[in-house]
Protein backbone atom coordinates (compact mmCIF):
# COMPACT_ATOMS: atom_id res chain seq x y z
CA UNK A 1 0.00 0.00 0.00
CA UNK A 2 1.87 3.44 -1.18
CA UNK A 3 0.61 6.82 1.00
CA UNK A 4 -0.68 9.29 -1.06
CA UNK A 5 -1.05 12.82 -0.02
CA UNK A 6 -4.18 14.67 -0.93
CA UNK A 7 -4.02 16.73 -4.45
CA UNK A 8 -6.09 19.47 -3.55
CA UNK A 9 -6.34 22.41 -1.64
CA UNK A 10 -3.88 22.42 1.29
CA UNK A 11 -1.72 19.26 -0.20
CA UNK A 12 1.65 21.24 -0.17
CA UNK A 13 1.18 21.07 3.90
CA UNK A 14 0.30 17.28 3.53
CA UNK A 15 2.94 16.68 0.95
CA UNK A 16 5.28 18.11 2.62
CA UNK A 17 4.89 16.00 6.12
CA UNK A 18 4.49 13.01 3.98
CA UNK A 19 8.18 13.63 2.53
CA UNK A 20 9.41 14.37 6.69
CA UNK A 21 8.05 11.04 7.60
CA UNK A 22 9.50 9.13 4.40
CA UNK A 23 12.55 10.60 5.12
CA UNK A 24 12.99 10.23 8.94
CA UNK A 25 11.52 6.71 8.36
CA UNK A 26 14.20 5.61 5.62
CA UNK A 27 17.01 7.57 6.18
CA UNK A 28 17.54 8.88 9.70
CA UNK A 29 19.27 5.98 11.42
CA UNK A 30 18.40 6.95 15.02
CA UNK A 31 14.40 7.36 13.62
CA UNK A 32 14.87 3.94 12.33
CA UNK A 33 16.22 2.49 15.90
CA UNK A 34 13.78 4.43 18.07
CA UNK A 35 10.85 3.09 15.38
CA UNK A 36 11.84 0.12 15.61
CA UNK A 37 12.36 -0.37 19.13
CA UNK A 38 9.28 0.61 20.01
CA UNK A 39 7.54 -2.11 18.11
CA UNK A 40 9.73 -4.58 20.07
CA UNK A 41 8.66 -2.85 23.12
CA UNK A 42 5.13 -3.16 22.15
CA UNK A 43 5.32 -6.80 20.84
CA UNK A 44 7.12 -7.99 24.36
CA UNK A 45 4.45 -6.28 26.73
CA UNK A 46 1.83 -7.90 24.61
CA UNK A 47 3.64 -11.36 24.91
CA UNK A 48 3.95 -10.71 28.53
CA UNK A 49 0.24 -10.08 28.91
CA UNK A 50 -0.85 -13.52 26.66
CA UNK A 51 1.56 -15.29 28.69
CA UNK A 52 -0.21 -14.31 31.93
CA UNK A 53 -3.50 -14.56 30.51
CA UNK A 54 -2.36 -18.09 29.84
CA UNK A 55 -1.12 -18.61 32.99
CA UNK A 56 -4.32 -17.53 34.61
CA UNK A 57 -6.25 -20.52 32.38
CA UNK A 58 -4.20 -23.08 33.61
CA UNK A 59 -4.41 -22.17 37.05
CA UNK A 60 -8.43 -21.49 37.41
CA UNK A 61 -10.51 -24.02 36.61
CA UNK A 62 -13.64 -21.65 36.38
CA UNK A 63 -12.01 -19.44 33.84
CA UNK A 64 -10.37 -22.47 31.28
CA UNK A 65 -14.11 -23.52 31.61
CA UNK A 66 -15.31 -20.13 30.58
CA UNK A 67 -12.63 -20.21 27.51
CA UNK A 68 -13.87 -23.61 26.65
CA UNK A 69 -17.35 -22.80 26.31
CA UNK A 70 -16.55 -19.90 24.11
CA UNK A 71 -14.02 -20.62 21.73
CA UNK A 72 -15.61 -20.10 18.68
CA UNK A 73 -16.16 -16.79 20.08
CA UNK A 74 -12.96 -15.85 21.22
CA UNK A 75 -11.41 -17.21 17.67
CA UNK A 76 -14.28 -15.02 16.17
CA UNK A 77 -13.51 -11.75 18.23
CA UNK A 78 -9.70 -12.47 17.38
CA UNK A 79 -9.74 -12.40 13.70
CA UNK A 80 -12.27 -9.15 14.07
CA UNK A 81 -9.38 -7.47 16.00
CA UNK A 82 -6.47 -8.21 13.89
CA UNK A 83 -8.68 -7.36 10.63
CA UNK A 84 -9.75 -3.95 12.72
CA UNK A 85 -6.40 -2.93 13.91
CA UNK A 86 -5.06 -3.92 9.76
CA UNK A 87 -7.49 -2.35 7.94
CA UNK A 88 -8.38 0.08 10.09
CA UNK A 89 -4.93 1.73 11.36
CA UNK A 90 -5.36 5.34 9.06
CA UNK A 91 -8.23 5.86 10.90
CA UNK A 92 -7.83 4.67 14.43
CA UNK A 93 -5.37 6.73 16.13
CA UNK A 94 -2.41 4.86 17.72
CA UNK A 95 -3.56 4.85 21.38
CA UNK A 96 -6.57 3.28 20.01
CA UNK A 97 -4.88 0.73 17.81
CA UNK A 98 -2.59 0.18 20.81
CA UNK A 99 -5.02 -0.45 22.91
CA UNK A 100 -7.05 -3.05 20.64
CA UNK A 101 -3.82 -4.62 20.07
CA UNK A 102 -3.75 -5.39 23.60
CA UNK A 103 -7.27 -6.65 23.90
CA UNK A 104 -6.13 -8.90 20.78
CA UNK A 105 -2.90 -10.16 23.00
CA UNK A 106 -5.01 -10.50 26.21
CA UNK A 107 -7.60 -12.28 24.41
CA UNK A 108 -4.90 -14.94 22.60
CA UNK A 109 -4.10 -15.94 25.99
CA UNK A 110 -6.79 -17.89 26.27
CA UNK A 111 -6.33 -19.83 23.17
CA UNK A 112 -2.57 -19.81 24.02
CA UNK A 113 -3.92 -21.46 27.13
CA UNK A 114 -5.90 -24.33 26.54
CA UNK A 115 -3.49 -25.34 23.97
CA UNK A 116 -0.31 -25.44 26.73
CA UNK A 117 -2.97 -27.33 28.78
CA UNK A 118 -2.45 -30.35 25.96
CA UNK A 119 0.93 -30.48 26.24
CA UNK A 120 3.68 -31.62 29.28
CA UNK A 121 5.01 -28.03 30.55
CA UNK A 122 9.30 -29.35 29.67
CA UNK A 123 7.88 -29.39 26.33
CA UNK A 124 5.98 -25.90 26.34
CA UNK A 125 9.20 -24.56 27.72
CA UNK A 126 11.48 -26.08 24.65
CA UNK A 127 9.20 -25.00 22.42
CA UNK A 128 9.28 -21.06 23.86
CA UNK A 129 13.12 -21.16 23.78
CA UNK A 130 13.74 -22.78 20.44
CA UNK A 131 10.70 -20.08 19.43
CA UNK A 132 12.84 -17.40 21.01
CA UNK A 133 16.55 -18.53 19.10
CA UNK A 134 14.49 -18.44 15.88
CA UNK A 135 12.89 -15.65 16.37
CA UNK A 136 15.95 -13.57 17.31
CA UNK A 137 18.25 -15.00 14.70
CA UNK A 138 15.77 -13.95 11.90
CA UNK A 139 15.02 -10.67 13.36
CA UNK A 140 19.08 -10.39 13.43
CA UNK A 141 18.68 -11.56 10.19
CA UNK A 142 16.46 -9.30 8.56
CA UNK A 143 17.38 -5.87 10.35
CA UNK A 144 21.35 -6.46 9.31
CA UNK A 145 21.17 -7.83 5.59
CA UNK A 146 21.47 -5.50 3.00
CA UNK A 147 19.49 -7.71 0.80
CA UNK A 148 15.72 -6.70 -0.02
CA UNK A 149 13.10 -9.28 0.98
CA UNK A 150 10.70 -7.18 -0.59
CA UNK A 151 10.41 -9.93 -3.34
CA UNK A 152 9.67 -12.58 -0.95
CA UNK A 153 5.95 -10.34 -0.27
CA UNK A 154 4.16 -12.58 -2.73
CA UNK A 155 5.69 -15.90 -1.82
CA UNK A 156 4.80 -15.39 1.44
CA UNK A 157 1.34 -14.39 1.11
CA UNK A 158 0.67 -17.31 -0.98
CA UNK A 159 2.37 -19.68 1.52
CA UNK A 160 0.08 -18.34 4.85
CA UNK A 161 -3.02 -19.26 2.58
CA UNK A 162 -1.67 -22.68 1.33
CA UNK A 163 -0.79 -23.15 5.31
CA UNK A 164 -4.67 -22.27 6.22
CA UNK A 165 -5.82 -24.61 3.78
CA UNK A 166 -3.83 -27.30 4.62
CA UNK A 167 -4.76 -27.08 8.39
CA UNK A 168 -8.23 -26.76 7.40
CA UNK A 169 -7.66 -30.27 5.49
CA UNK A 170 -6.42 -31.68 8.43
CA UNK A 171 -8.79 -31.32 10.59
CA UNK A 172 -10.93 -33.49 8.48
CA UNK A 173 -8.43 -35.95 6.71
CA UNK A 174 -5.03 -35.48 7.74
CA UNK A 175 -2.69 -38.02 9.89
CA UNK A 176 0.29 -37.62 11.71
CA UNK A 177 2.80 -36.94 9.14
CA UNK A 178 0.72 -34.41 7.04
CA UNK A 179 0.56 -32.28 10.76
CA UNK A 180 3.88 -33.24 11.07
CA UNK A 181 4.43 -31.29 7.48
CA UNK A 182 2.58 -28.88 7.70
CA UNK A 183 4.51 -28.00 11.32
CA UNK A 184 7.92 -27.47 9.33
CA UNK A 185 6.10 -25.75 6.98
CA UNK A 186 4.73 -23.30 9.23
CA UNK A 187 7.71 -23.52 11.12
CA UNK A 188 9.48 -22.06 8.29
CA UNK A 189 7.12 -19.62 6.80
CA UNK A 190 7.31 -17.65 9.96
CA UNK A 191 10.68 -17.74 10.62
CA UNK A 192 11.25 -16.15 6.90
CA UNK A 193 8.34 -13.86 8.06
CA UNK A 194 9.85 -12.49 10.65
CA UNK A 195 12.76 -11.22 8.74
CA UNK A 196 10.52 -9.83 6.21
CA UNK A 197 8.88 -7.64 9.00
CA UNK A 198 11.62 -6.55 10.48
CA UNK A 199 13.23 -5.56 7.44
CA UNK A 200 9.77 -3.57 6.16
CA UNK A 201 9.48 -1.69 9.46
CA UNK A 202 13.56 -1.22 9.59
CA UNK A 203 13.29 0.26 6.29
CA UNK A 204 10.24 2.98 7.11
CA UNK A 205 7.77 0.87 4.56
CA UNK A 206 4.98 0.51 7.86
CA UNK A 207 5.53 4.56 8.21
CA UNK A 208 4.95 5.29 4.73
CA UNK A 209 1.90 2.72 4.72
CA UNK A 210 0.29 4.04 7.85
CA UNK A 211 1.22 7.78 7.74
CA UNK A 212 2.32 7.83 11.05
CA UNK A 213 5.32 6.19 13.05
CA UNK A 214 3.28 5.58 16.16
CA UNK A 215 0.92 3.96 14.04
CA UNK A 216 3.33 1.93 12.15
CA UNK A 217 4.75 0.38 15.65
CA UNK A 218 1.53 -0.93 16.51
CA UNK A 219 1.00 -2.54 13.03
CA UNK A 220 4.86 -3.58 13.83
CA UNK A 221 4.38 -5.16 16.83
CA UNK A 222 1.23 -6.61 15.66
CA UNK A 223 3.16 -8.46 13.15
CA UNK A 224 5.96 -9.63 15.09
CA UNK A 225 3.68 -10.48 17.82
CA UNK A 226 1.62 -12.92 15.46
CA UNK A 227 5.37 -13.94 13.88
CA UNK A 228 6.26 -15.28 17.20
CA UNK A 229 3.13 -16.97 18.49
CA UNK A 230 2.92 -18.97 15.68
CA UNK A 231 6.14 -19.90 15.51
CA UNK A 232 6.11 -20.75 19.08
CA UNK A 233 2.74 -23.15 18.46
CA UNK A 234 4.31 -24.93 15.35
CA UNK A 235 7.38 -25.84 16.74
CA UNK A 236 4.76 -26.78 20.04
CA UNK A 237 2.88 -29.36 17.76
CA UNK A 238 6.38 -30.36 16.51
CA UNK A 239 8.52 -30.93 19.58
CA UNK A 240 5.90 -30.60 22.28
CA UNK A 241 5.17 -34.36 24.16
CA UNK A 242 1.54 -33.94 24.65
CA UNK A 243 0.11 -35.42 28.12
Do not use: C
Request: proline content about 1%.
Amino acid sequence: MTFRPNQGEGSLGQQTDTERLVTQARQGSAVQGAYLTQAFFWMFAGLLLTAGVAAAVRLSPSLLQAALDNVLLVIVAQLALVMIISFGIRRLNATAALGLFFVYAASLGLTVGIIVMAYKGPSVATAFFSASAMFGGAALYGYTTKRSLAGLRGYLFMGIFGLIAAMIVNLFVGGSTFSFIISIVGVILFTVLTAYHVQRIANGDLAVATGSVEKAAVIGALLLYLDFVNLFLFLLRLLGGRR
